[in-house]
């Protein structure tokens, strides 16, 4: 097991304590033997004391690590290297109607159930309508080689992973496997394919898997996907590793009644987590496209993801993340499309964009995390959502952000440190999942309640509704390029905040309605100029100096009423002209505009 770094301090031990006393939990996704309607009901349960056990132990929310640190923290995945094993020692099983035939000692045939009682390597080949069980010594190894097997079991698993410590699935030729239409409640094999146990899936050829009565596939302990070509179609969770799904590089398709991808252990804080390295990935999920009790790393592959609809489907009850992760959630490398219903890109802790590229439509918010979202390198294109990018502290430090919000588009909302983003994301509060907690939601009035808005580097543009750059606690814009076409209606600003507002570095332009209007809060720093100026979708704007250079000039791509800049060529107390289509205004650097408002900042989460 790899060290796990950033433990909780005494004070992290103290507050899960006193959270567990008042019986809180943590999310905890469906997939465990669920039925398809638990998903449908948006339910998510776990064990209170536990869950926020766990979550104390797994780290510091308000400086989310990077993908290797993340993974360090987590357990190693067991899996099956393919030089542990060689297909020329393969013994083979012959499968034929409801019956098959081996000469293998490790097999033996019981009607139309085989079953595999010694480790070692078996090739799967012919139809069987049945059953294959691996019921070996706990400690053996097992690779089944699928070679164009073909395995339908009306009454239960098509294979079932009894006992064994490590089992790989071969996939050679086209093979298919589906289970029956339902199980009972108590069964605890409730998969087309079912592994108590370790499960690695390799291979050069194609599976296609239906989970008629429930999941696609299950492993509870590790499920690692090394290669090949899988499609799943599930009535509930399409992959499931309880401890850890891992996606090496592989071909997958799946569509799923419940969750796409998943992994949900909660008792363990380095456990329940996923980790996708590479491939082609395409989820059409009811519920969350991909889910992580834990954490959700993604350093390589393209995935395409589409949850509870689409977008244009509306935010329900039930959860329909695109993404979501109860403890970090960090792209570095991949490539993500997604369209959901209900947040694009979700964690109950924290969020770090690093590199790759994520374009999202949803339904609500694009990309939100509780605690903390840093972006720090990614290109992240936010095409449709409620509000484009919220947390409690925010910050943009690299790489290029596009958002478009029908509300806030870039909001500082939400928890300010790790206790009280675990108090808000608990199963108490989650009965509501995504509702205002104490520290967000609708801003608390005019209160500055401590979040942070930090912009020191990339290409931020926003276009939004409601406030363009919103903060219920303080805002610094630092360097970068920040362009901020905010709201037409006099009800929200381009810019909003709570706390102070400052600007020391880069390039800010900010245009949007007048009634809500907000400049920087002081001169100190870089100059600025702040203007009520009205204008139309297509009016040239154009600011100039003393002595007539130009600083800035744009085309606006909506009605407006007031137009702040920040540049390194502004300086307090200097003249300056603010001219759209010819009509020249006056202005001084420094002056004019509104100290924060704190109009309302952030709905409901």
């Known amino acids: 097991m790899r060290q796990t770094i950033l433990k909780a301090s005494g004070l992290l031990a103290a507050a899960a304590i006193s959270l567990a006393a008042c019986d809180l939990g943590v999310d905890a996704s469906a997939g465990s033997g669920a039925s398809p309607d638990s998903v449908a009901s948006g339910a998510e349960s776990a064990d209170g004391a536990s869950a926020v056990q766990a979550a104390s ?41 409801t019956s098959a035939s081996s000469d293998s000692e490790g097999v033996t045939v019981d009607g139309s159930t085989v079953t595999v009682t010694e480790a070692g390597v078996y090739r799967l080949s012919g139809s069987l309508d049945g059953q294959v069980v691996v019921d070996a010594g706990e400690d053996a190894l097992v690779v089944l080689i699928l070679d164009g097997a073909r395995i339908a079991n009306g009454s239960g698993a098509a294979i079932e992973v009894a006992t064994a410590d490590d089992v790989a699935l071969s996939l050679a030729g086209d093979s298919v496997v589906s289970d029956a239409s339902s199980y009972d409640d108590s069964a605890e094999a409730n998969a087309a394919i079912y592994a108590d146990a370790d499960l690695t899936i390799t291979g050069d050829g194609t599976l296609t898997v239906t989970g008629n009565g429930n999941d696609g596939i299950t492993s509870t302990d590790d499920l690692v996907i090394e290669s090949g070509a899988l499609d799943v179609t599930a009535a509930d969770d399409g992959l499931r590793g309880k401890d850890s799904l891992t996606v090496e590089d592989a071909t997958i398709t799946v569509d799923a009644g419940g969750d796409g991808l998943t992994s949900d252990q909660d008792e363990d804080a380095s456990r329940g987590y996923i980790d996708i390295q590479g491939g082609d990935i395409q989820v059409t999920s009811a519920g ?47 490539a993500l499309d997604v369209d959901a219903a209900d947040d694009g890109l979700h964690s109950k802790g924290a969020l770090r ?69 675990l108090a808000a994301t608990s199963e108490e509060s989650d009965t509501t999942e995504d509702q205002p907690t104490a520290q967000g939601g609708m801003g608390g009035g005019m209160e500055d309640s401590g979040e942070q808005l930090d912009i020191s580097g990339g290409t931020v543009t926003v276009d939004a509704g409601g406030d363009g750059l919103d903060s219920n606690g303080d805002m610094t814009v630092s360097g970068g390029n920040t362009t901020v076409w905010g709201p037409t209606s006099d009800g929200n600003g381009a810019l909003d905040t709570n706390g102070a507002f400052a600007v020391t570095g880069g390039v800010l332009l900010a245009v949007g309605s007048s009634g809500m209007a907000e400049s920087p809060t002081s001169t100190d ?21 003393g002595s007539g250079t130009e600083l800035v000039s744009f085309t606006a791509v909506k009605q407006f009423g007031s137009v702040v800049y920040s540049g390194a060529d502004v300086s307090a107390g200097s003249a300056y002209t603010v001219t759209v289509d010819g009509a020249a205004t006056q202005v001084t650097a420094g002056e004019g505009g509104s100290a924060a408002m704190g109009g309302p900042g952030g709905g409901p989460r």
């Open 288 to 334: 969350d496209a991909l889910s992580a009790q834990t954490d959700v790393v993604l350093t390589g592959g393209t995935l395409d993801l589409t949850s509870g609809g689409g977008a244009s489907a509306g935010k329900t009850d039930a959860s329909a993340k695109g993404v979501k992760a109860g403890t970090f959630l960090i792209v570095d490398g991949a």
């Open 353 to 421: 964009l690093t590199s790759g590229a994520v374009t999202v439509a949803s339904g609500d918010d694009g990309v939100h995390a509780e605690v903390a979202a840093v972006l720090d390198g990614a290109t992240a294109v936010v095409t449709r959502s409620n509000e484009g990018l919220e947390a409690g502290l925010v910050t943009i430090s690299a790489g290029t952000v596009d958002i478009t919000a029908s509300d806030d588009g870039i909001n500082g909302s939400g928890s300010i440190t790790v206790e009280a983003g």
């Open 525 to 545: 720093g870089q100059g600025w100029i702040a203007a009520t100026v009205s204008g139309a979708a297509g009016s040239t704007v154009t600011v100039t100096d």
């Open 57 to 97: 132990e797994a780290g510091d929310t308000t400086d989310p690590p990077s993908a290797e640190e993340a993974l360090a923290a987590d357990e190693d995945a067991s899996s099956v290297e393919d030089d542990e094993w060689d297909a020329a020692d393969a013994q083979d099983v012959a499968l034929s109607g």
